[in-house]
């Protein structure tokens, strides 16, 4: 009684074809592992950018406008450039 025989898909021949020629002429695939994942990178650029705008705005309030440097980090300083902005002084 001869067995019945299976159907094989083209793409599951094609496969088994490139697995025999992989092992004459040894096909190497490159991967790349990150070192940072990129939920980090997001994170980590956020807060590059709330460092650069700090340090931004002490430069421009302790140097260029004569104040100190500290002050434009305060909360107070900021009310204040938000009520001569908005017509309440």
Do not use: C
Request: charged fraction near 25%; proline fraction near 3%; avoid cysteine.
């Amino acid at each position: 009684m001869a067995e019945p025989t299976k159907k094989v898909s083209k793409r599951k021949e094609h496969k088994n074809e490139e697995a025999a020629g992989d092992q004459q002429g040894k096909k190497t695939w490159w991967v790349q592992i990150r070192l940072f994942p990129i939920w980090l990178r997001i994170i980590l650029v956020l807060v590059l950018i709330v460092i650069a705008a700090a340090l931004g705005a002490m430069v421009g309030y302790g140097v260029l406008g004569d104040g100190q440097p500290k002050d434009a980090l305060k909360w107070e300083t900021w009310q204040h450039i938000i009520d001569i902005m908005s017509g309440k002084k």
